[in-house]
């Protein structure tokens, strides 16, 4: 049963009596959530399974390779080096090499149509970045700069459109982090990237927007969102699942058909 569909048939069972800097566009956390966010999310033992699997000479063989690919300027390349490195991924774990290879993507292909190939690769490596930006390497250059994150987030917003970077962008202005509070800002760059199916800004949104927190309450609408968020949250996303039970716990009835109606919109506009 696809996603979609599933969430659909949750909100159901639920409803039986017993959640270049740049120029920007649009609808609180459940806990405050740290500003440091991880710059890549591992599998648990992924790690461990790949050591086991591939012979070492083999991953020495294919470490080699990516970095002469990288230093030859190749952007899969150092994308997939820098990944390795932020993860300790085969390699000591390395914030500082990870952040200097997503800086050379950066730096080279800032520029490229948000339609090229690399694109994606180019708009993540930005994104990196600015959480980077926004936690700092420990006893490195690379400092706490929430002024430089939020570059690094706007750009890939609004240039390469990126839902992750929209995510990011909109924390800081719901937040205030390097930048003044502008929740209305916010709520635009939470609306696009929901929209794009991003599950975090889904949540946020949907928790907005059903508890009426700092936009007109829209209960039936929030509740969509919540659904959705939480078929795609992470196991360890565990903030999304509890701000879904308290919604669909205190919706009532009415809101509990709109929002089914809203969902069965969603699925179709997806489908087609």
Same mark, same amino acid.
Do not use: C
């Given at each position: 049963?696809?996603?979609?569909?599933?969430?659909?048939?949750?909100l159901?069972?639920?409803?039986?009596?017993? $959640?270049?800097? $740049?120029?920007?566009?649009?609808?609180?956390?459940?806990?405050?959530?740290?500003?440091?966010?991880?710059?890549?999310? @591992?599998?648990?033992?992924?790690? @461990?399974?790949?050591?086991?699997?591939?012979? =070492?000479? $083999?991953?020495?063989?294919?470490?080699?390779?990516? =970095?002469?690919?990288?230093?030859?300027?190749?952007?899969? #390349?150092?994308?997939?080096?820098?990944? +390795?490195?932020?993860?300790?991924?085969?390699?000591?774990?390395?914030?500082?090499?990870?952040?200097?290879?997503f800086?050379r993507?950066?730096?080279?292909?800032?520029?490229?149509?948000?339609?090229?190939?690399?694109? $994606?690769?180019?708009?993540?490596?930005?994104?990196?970045?600015?959480?980077? /930006?926004?936690? *700092? &390497?420990?006893?490195?250059?690379?400092?706490?700069?929430?002024?430089r994150?939020?570059? +690094?987030?706007?750009?890939? #917003?609004? /240039?390469?459109?990126?839902?992750?970077?929209?995510?990011?962008?909109?924390?800081? /202005?719901?937040?205030?982090? *390097?930048?003044?509070?502008?929740?209305? /800002?916010?709520?635009?760059?939470?609306?696009?990237?929901?929209?794009?199916?991003?599950?975090? @800004?889904?949540? +946020?949104?949907?928790? +907005?927007?059903?508890?009426?927190?700092?936009?007109?309450?829209? #209960?039936?609408?929030?509740?969509?969102?919540?659904?959705?968020?939480r078929?795609?949250?992470?196991p360890?996303e565990?903030?999304?699942?509890?701000?879904?039970?308290?919604? &669909?716990?205190?919706?009532?009835?009415?809101?509990?058909?709109?929002?089914?109606?809203m969902?069965?919109?969603?699925?179709?506009?997806?489908?087609?």
């Amino acid at each position: 049963m696809r996603i979609f569909e599933w969430a659909i048939v949750a909100l159901v069972l639920a409803a039986v009596p017993v $959640a270049p800097p $740049a120029r920007a566009f649009e609808g609180t956390p459940v806990p405050p959530q740290d500003t440091a966010i991880p710059v890549v999310a @591992a599998q648990p033992g992924s790690g @461990a399974i790949l050591k086991k699997a591939v012979p =070492q000479a $083999a991953t020495a063989t294919s470490l080699t390779s990516l =970095q002469y690919a990288a230093e030859g300027g190749h952007p899969v #390349a150092q994308w997939k080096l820098g990944r +390795m490195y932020a993860d300790g991924d085969g390699v000591a774990q390395d914030d500082l090499r990870a952040f200097e290879y997503f800086s050379r993507i950066a730096n080279a292909h800032a520029e490229d149509s948000p339609s090229a190939p690399q694109a $994606a690769i180019v708009a993540n490596a930005f994104v990196a970045l600015g959480r980077y /930006y926004l936690s *700092g &390497i420990p006893n490195t250059k690379v400092k706490v700069d929430a002024d430089r994150a939020r570059e +690094m987030f706007s750009y890939a #917003a609004s /240039y390469f459109g990126n839902a992750d970077a929209q995510y990011d962008l909109a924390r800081l /202005y719901l937040n205030g982090i *390097g930048t003044p509070r502008d929740t209305r /800002y916010g709520a635009r760059w939470l609306g696009l990237a929901a929209q794009k199916g991003q599950h975090q @800004a889904q949540a +946020m949104l949907g928790q +907005m927007l059903f508890n009426g927190d700092q936009l007109p309450r829209q #209960a039936a609408r929030g509740l969509m969102w919540l659904t959705l968020a939480r078929d795609s949250a992470s196991p360890d996303e565990t903030w999304i699942k509890e701000s879904y039970n308290r919604a &669909i716990t205190k919706a009532s009835e009415n809101d509990r058909a709109m929002a089914l109606q809203m969902l069965e919109h969603w699925v179709q506009g997806r489908k087609d």
